[in-house]
């Protein structure tokens, strides 16, 4: 009997629909020419790697190949991967036209190029070189100098990692676990346009990332300096807001709600003012002009005066805090007699008076002295669409929550767990690990005195 030979099916990972949707590819790969992304990343990067040995040499261009390889990290996401290690399994061509070669690069070839990469510690040139790249193309140093300075928005993202080496672990937000991560920075204008992205150790606070990321980048742009900041309430704390005013910057967030009790802790409180309203036409929410006081743990005499734009958002009720003239000294102090006279005829529950209930505040705080309410509402209720919702779009087309660790693998299951199913499992127990446990798990069975599985295995193994 003959068969006849047959090709080779070459697939690729994203198949023919999402490869013709993916063609946009050739687009990045003319854009990454014509805004000289590939130069300026050419730039930075050594020629080779250089040795212990040999002097440390001028910077030089890529040889073709390693540019090709270069262009193999930047397109991996345009044909559907987003590890490198998927390469193995690659068979499409997609790869190679982007990165001008009859063939993909293997993984080897990937692997061995960024190991010379961190070898040669090039991801703070990297970073840098991407920083000039994002402040030219979206103009931003053009921006910056018009009469009314933009804001620029800044928050944090951590990204878990799964290892055996013990790497410091964070709150995972979009799992709400805490566990080994990276911890990005990221930077972006008003427009939403990405500026920097900088990677930290898993348990760096955002206070900390914040000056970390604003120094690299008006270093690389050197004469640009970023003003007004918006970030999250994470960095609601007096000294980090101090620290930012005496470098002359004004920082936007919101107060978190441990901070305040009520409307009459506010200051100098203006007329409210219409923000947002339904289809209808109705009112939903209000701002009005304020002041608050910020306490600082150090210097209780110093406190920190802020200016607010007080949201008094009318859909959402919260119950108003009791004055101590208000409380009642016992729980049925404000009960009549006749309330609770349930043995007499005719008597009936009276119901509990509803508890006053007031809108809902959000309180929107800044550094800056002089403020329109309005306005500055406006700027933080934009984080949302200009970072919040950008970095959302991230997760899948950058690959941002893909384990770049272990994948979980099917475990053995103990024999305390295993409980009165011992004798049947024992067969596949030896079938996984390979050991025989026949004895064990029949002197288990036989010795119900024993304290636990592990006696009943060391009486048997005993001569």
Not at 212 to 240: G, I
Request: proline share 8%; hydrophobic share 40%.
């Amino acid at each position: 009997m003959t068969f006849a030979p047959t090709e080779k099916k070459v697939t690729s990972p994203a198949g023919g629909p999402e490869w013709q949707e993916g063609a946009g590819g050739l687009l990045l790969l003319t854009a990454s020419h014509k805004t000289a992304l590939l130069s300026q990343l050419e730039e930075v990067l050594p020629m080779k790697p250089r040795s212990l040995r040999e002097p440390e040499p001028s910077l030089q261009r890529l040889f073709p190949p390693q540019r090709s390889l270069l262009l193999t990290l930047l397109f991996l996401p345009a044909v559907g991967l987003h590890r490198f290690w998927e390469l193995r399994s690659y068979t499409g061509g997609e790869l190679a036209v982007l990165t001008g070669r009859s063939q993909p690069y293997s993984y080897r070839h990937t692997e061995r190029f960024l190991l010379q990469l961190s070898a040669a510690q090039s991801d703070q040139a990297l970073t840098q070189a991407l920083a000039r790249w994002t402040a030219a193309v979206w103009q931003v140093e053009e921006r910056t100098r018009g009469a009314s300075s933009p804001s620029f928005y800044v928050d944090g993202h951590r990204k878990p990692v799964y290892t055996e080496t013990l790497i410091p672990r964070g709150l995972i937000g979009r799992l709400g676990k805490i566990a080994g991560c990276r911890a990005l920075v990221l930077l972006h204008d008003e427009q939403g346009h990405p500026l920097l992205v900088t990677t930290h150790r898993g348990d760096l606070h955002l206070m900390q990332g914040v000056p970390k990321l604003l120094t690299s980048y008006e270093q690389v742009t050197e004469t640009m300096h970023l003003n007004h900041l918006v970030v999250d309430r994470e960095a609601m704390a007096a000294d980090f807001l101090t620290q930012l005013n005496t470098e002359g910057r004004t920082l936007t967030t919101i107060l978190k709600t441990n901070q305040y009790s009520g409307l009459d802790d506010f200051l100098n409180v203006g007329p409210f003012v219409p923000l947002t309203t339904d289809r209808q036409g109705t009112i939903v929410r209000e701002v009005a002009p304020a002041q608050f006081w910020l306490a600082r743990p150090d210097r209780q005499d110093e406190p920190l005066l802020l200016s607010v734009a007080l949201i008094r958002d009318l859909r959402k009720s919260v119950l108003c805090p009791p004055s101590e003239e208000e409380l009642p000294r016992a729980w049925w102090a404000d009960i009549r007699h006749e309330e609770v006279a349930w043995w007499q005829q005719g008597w009936q529950a009276t119901p509990a008076p509803a508890p006053p209930t007031e809108p809902r505040l959000i309180p929107i705080v800044t550094t800056a002295e002089q403020i329109d309410a309005l306005q500055l509402a406006q700027t933080y209720i934009h984080r949302w669409p200009a970072q919040e919702n950008v970095i959302k779009d991230w997760l899948l087309p950058l690959g941002l929550d893909v384990n770049h660790g272990f994948a979980k693998t099917t475990g053995i299951r103990s024999a305390r767990g295993l409980g009165g199913n011992l004798p049947c499992r024992a067969q596949e127990i030896e079938s996984r690990s390979g050991c025989r446990v026949g004895a064990i798990v029949a002197a288990c069975v036989s010795c119900p005195g024993e304290k636990s599985p592990g006696e009943c295995q060391a009486r048997t193994l005993l001569p």
